[in-house]
């Protein structure tokens, strides 16, 4: 922030290159001021939300359909890898003409990008639960819905949380795409008129708007990995 300062002011990055850090706040507070910055991160929200539901929702089914049985591993885990390996940035032109132009497909992509890693990551988590404990739960008298309940899914949270937090993430990278389908709100909408405008500073503030929302989703996980984890002991560091 300080070398960015002092090349601005003295000229050695042109502010039509690179705004300054005072005139991004700037920019800021007026959008703040005048609602306009608010009233985005309201629309670009509802959007993440809406998003992140349908997505992870289908992910979680999807993940333990093909965790817990082997025959949906065969009908399941395969097509989803197939379908990962094609950019959901990619799609857009086809959920144009299969959406419209309005709301569906900024959701779909939102719902796309946070499904592959939410699945790929409570898939991979179920079966990584150590079978000697599934043994040992057979033993003490649990029966198959039981081991599931209290052996696999508990096993598999720590695995589902880092689904969870990587799909939060890849949830504001996607929305950056789909807001660019003529969006009339929201984040993407006011980068768009800012880049017609050569407005770096406003460019600059939505990106820093971006991330901090991001920060706030990676916060509020870990906020449950301490809760829904308390019982569970790993390596915190050294």
């Known amino acids: 922030m300080v070398l960015w300062y002092v090349l601005s002011v003295t000229g050695v990055v042109s502010t039509a290159v690179l705004s300054s850090p005072v005139d991004v706040v700037r920019a800021g507070w007026e959008m703040i001021a005048s609602g306009e910055l608010p009233s985005a991160i309201g629309t670009s929200v509802v959007r993440v939300l809406y998003g992140f539901l349908f997505g992870s929702t289908t992910a979680v089914a999807l993940a333990l359909i093909a965790g817990l049985f082997r025959l949906g591993e065969d009908l399941v885990d395969s097509s989803v890898g197939m379908f990962r390996t094609i950019p959901f940035a990619g799609l857009v032109p086809l959920f144009v003409v299969w959406f419209g132009i309005e709301e569906t497909p900024k959701i779909a992509l939102v719902a796309l990008g946070v499904g592959f890693p939410l699945y790929f990551n409570l898939y991979g988590a179920i079966r990584a639960v150590d079978s ?11 029966n198959r819905l039981g081991l599931i309940r209290h052996v696999i899914l508990p096993g598999s949270l720590p695995g589902t949380l880092v689904g969870l937090r990587l799909s939060l993430g890849t949830a504001w990278l996607a929305l950056v795409f789909a807001e660019q389908l003529n969006a009339d709100a929201g984040i993407g909408h006011l980068m768009a008129l800012a880049q017609q405008s050569f407005r770096t500073d406003v460019l600059i503030m939505c990106l820093a708007t971006y991330a901090s929302l991001g920060m706030v989703g990676d916060g509020i996980v870990r906020v449950l990995e301490r809760l829904l984890l308390s019982w569970h002991t ?5």
């Open 132 to 142: 000697q404990l599934i043994e040992a739960g057979g033993i003490l008298g649990l």
């Open 234 to 238: 790993s390596f915190d560091g050294a």
